[in-house]
């Protein structure tokens, strides 16, 4: 009889609920797990928080440094690695692609330049845009990154997060006020997000730029934090006009998001 393998053999066979491949599931949980905790951990913070034990997580990041997708560093914690850079930058461009479309459908629906941005790390970033025809119009440029607490995308992204989590994030990147309607005061920027909570949008009024009006709802069960947008003039986006353009704006996020889970298309 041949000897027992010591790697675990059920890591390799599918997992009853999704059919998939249990170590690959561990793996990219251990991955997501990491860019939650801001891209460095250490093992028993890892299985802390997977419940996995700590060889079956030894192996894993193992694996995953050996690959390029991890590293550990000098003080024995482990990294995400440099190779997700490139896999980063590529499911990026591609996200862009996929929401041109939908983009375009508000752009055609609104009248207004449309957006799609993500929340990456402490910032907010732009990943896709569609401009409005008018010849008066917002720009905001593709990788363009800027911080939540001044933007409706922002707020959008923010709204569901812990209050806690919520302080401690405008605790690292400050308030600076980009116009004189910039909410700089925490307490006030929490309330302003229990408002988009009430409301089921996030609105950017003069905050970021002067003249300028952003409405934002989020992507629902996106496989990352997204938010969908419109910007234009404020004598534009006017109270009345909001009213026709928010149910749009979730009809299209609702659409986005059934394409971004294979079960729509453009």
């Not at 629906?109 to 993500?118: H, I, Q, R, S, V």
């Not at 009430?198 to 409405?215: F, K, P, S, T």
């Amino acid at each position: 009889m041949p000897p027992a393998s010591t790697n675990s053999s059920s890591d390799s066979k599918p997992t009853g609920g999704s059919g998939g491949v249990q170590s690959l599931e561990r793996a990219f949980d251990l991955l997501e797990r990491m860019a939650d905790a801001g891209g460095e951990v250490g093992l028993s913070e890892l299985s802390a928080g997977s419940g996995l034990p700590l060889p079956t997580i030894h192996r894993l990041m193992r694996t995953l440094v050996t690959c390029g997708y991890v590293r550990q560093q000098p003080n024995r914690r482990y990294a995400l690695g440099p190779r997700l850079i490139r896999l980063g930058e590529s499911a990026g461009r591609l996200l862009g692609t996929w929401a041109r479309p939908y983009l375009a459908e508000l752009v055609e629906a609104t009248g207004e330049t449309a957006n799609m941005a993500l929340l990456d790390g402490d910032e907010v970033v732009y990943v896709a845009q569609v401009p409005s025809r008018h010849s008066m119009r917002m720009f905001t440029e593709v990788g363009r990154r800027v911080l939540p607490h001044s933007t409706g995308v922002g707020k959008a992204l923010l709204a569901n997060v812990p209050a806690q989590e919520v302080r401690a994030l405008l605790a690292r990147t400050g308030m600076p006020a980009a116009t004189g309607q910039t909410i700089t005061d925490p307490e006030r920027f929490l309330e302003s997000l229990a408002r988009v909570r009430e409301l089921g949008y996030a609105m950017d009024d003069n905050e970021q730029e002067i003249g300028v009006r952003c409405l934002a709802v989020t992507v629902p069960d996106s496989p990352t934090a997204a938010a969908i947008s419109i910007s234009g003039p404020a004598g534009r986006v006017t109270e009345a006009a909001t009213g026709k353009i928010v149910p749009v704006l979730h009809d299209v996020a609702v659409k986005l998001s059934a394409a971004l889970a294979g079960n729509g298309a453009a």
